[in-house]
């Protein structure tokens, strides 16, 4: 064979996908930018790896070239409140502080807080770092998180400059203290300027606390559907990825490629990234290319697949077997007998978890599995 193709691969899947690793989403983009910039809170519901993150951290960039203030916080980095404080604190100084101030100016923001952070200047890079003293009363520490969370509203309105506060892995709101989400909701409501934008990686959770009327973000929102991107745009975006990398893709692997990642986007990327390194120099991504790369990429899903099919029962495991042949509706007669499945009560119990759990989807009547290569193993490996 050829010698492996030694120019840099351009697909990217796992991290943020940014500058060209970032595809489409241009309608997104500027519908959220647009929100952000008119004060608007929005709520991005999508199944995991479709690029929620990917599309903030877009947003942002284009943001901040408007002079719009941006701070985020990745809820799955604060397991307790005092740990949210921090980088909250943090965010605010980077981000909004050290634009508005100078450097002598920017910790006097920090003033009056009830508990007073200790802050460090990292030697490395000189970086603010914030800490606040576990043990403190509840009280104390409420009190301090809420004039964090005011904090961004007030400097932009004195500077009359627009802010954005973004939070990821919101559903962790929940664990960090059930009481949480009300004291930030009594502080959102407050500010009708800034704009909040929350993402969430556990959607059966992010749907209950914004689509719940007893919840205290009920309708509090906007609400953003991300959907796989359309097939024809992938194409254009994956033939001009081999074509700056001096590579041609055939139609044919081409076509293979969408026809089993069907436009989601971390599959599509992560095949294709497969397929790139399976491409000889000189020589063209053809179907030999294609079967090669999504057999290396079922290798290295195969032990997150294995544990996947270890936690699923019995049922649910003959439901992902049917579902993996022909997607449809399982609680259907004809299906349920042409998969050998029980009655419709134990598939719907069934259905239900694997979609809390995110390995169904459902399109109106039609369940299909979620992850597109969790079909091909289970297909390959688990029938």
Known sequence: MAERNEQRNP????????????????????????DVLNGQDVVIFAPRRYG??????????????????????????????????????????????????????????????????TVTIDPEDGSVGFSFEAGRRPEDVDATLERLLQLPAQLSSERERKVVLILDEFQEVVEIDPDLPKLMRAVFQEQPDVAHVYLGSKRHM???????????????????????????????HIESAFTRGGLVVEREALDAVLAVTGGHPYATQELCYALWEQTADGRPADRDGFERALEAVLRSEHAHFSLVW????????????????????????????????????????A???????????????????????????????AS
Not at 66 to 87: G, I
Not at 311 to 332: D, F, I, K, N, W
Not at 353 to 365: C, K, N, Q, W
Request: zero cysteines; a positive charge.
């Open 11 to 34: 697909f990217r899947f796992g991290a943020l996908a940014l500058d060209d690793s970032f595809m489409d989403r241009e309608d997104e983009v500027a519908e959220l930018r647009s």
């Open 52 to 117: 929620k993150s990917s599309l903030a951290w877009r947003t942002a960039q284009e943001l901040v070239k408007r002079r719009v203030l941006v701070a985020q916080v990745d809820l799955m980095t604060t397991p307790t409140k005092e740990k949210f404080a921090e980088k909250l604190a943090k965010q605010i100084h980077e981000n909004i502080a050290s634009v508005l101030f100078r450097a002598k100016e920017r910790l006097q923001v920090f003033r009056g807080l009830r508990i007073a952070p």
């Open 206 to 236: 992010m749907e209950r606390i914004f689509n719940d009327e007893n919840e205290p973000f009920w309708r509090s929102a906007k609400q953003m559907e991300l959907g796989v991107i359309p097939v024809a745009l992938f194409r254009r």
């Open 310 to 349: 270890d936690r699923a029962t019995s049922l649910q495991r003959r439901v992902l077997q049917a579902l993996a042949r022909e997607p449809g509706r399982p609680l259907g007669a004809e299906y349920r007998r042409q998969h050998d499945l029980p009655g419709p009560s134990s598939v719907q119990r």
């Open 351 to 381: 259905l239900q978890s694997l979609v809390r759990e995110e390995l169904v989807a459902r399109d109106g009547p039609v369940h299909h599995i979620a992850e597109p290569f969790l079909a091909e193993w289970i297909i390959r490996d």
